[in-house]
Nanobody, 115 residues
Framework: QAQLVESGGGLVQAGGSLRLSCAAS????????MGWYRQAPGKSRELVAD???????NYADAVKGRFTISRDNVKNTVYLQMNDLKPEDTADYYC?????????WGQGTQVTVSS
């Protein structure tokens, strides 16, 4: 059974850092890209960052220069290093994995940034 398991969320003060991890398992087909999305209360889910198997990255403008996405292709794990966190980064963060045939989502991990 395919699943994505996230970890690393929590409560942090503005200016602090957190590192999110997401491990994929049970996915039969080659994973082309992995990424992170977030959804704040009352808002739509939005892309934070994604990364291809080859290492090409893409970031939302709001997080450029503060967040770094990385990936371990052997472990099928993606990481999101979040620095200089701001209250507006508060959201549920969801891991995403895409194959040619399917899109998979994790359950989400909560990130709360206090001012």
């Amino acid at each position: 059974q395919a699943q994505l398991v996230e970890s690393g969320g929590g409560l942090v003060q503005a200016g602090g850092s957190l590192r999110l991890s997401c491990a994929a398992s049970g996915i039969i087909y080659r994973i082309n890209s992995m990424g992170w999305y977030r959804q704040a209360p009352g808002k739509s889910r939005e892309l934070v960052a994604d990364i291809t198997t080859g290492g090409t990255t893409n970031y939302a403008d709001a997080v450029k220069g503060r967040f770094t996405i990385s990936r371990d292709n052997v472990k099928n794990t993606v990481y999101l290093q979040m620095n200089d966190l701001k209250p507006e980064d508060t959201a549920d963060y969801y891991c995403n994995a895409r194959t040619y045939y399917n899109v998979y989502w994790g359950q989400g991990t909560q990130v709360t940034v206090s001012s």
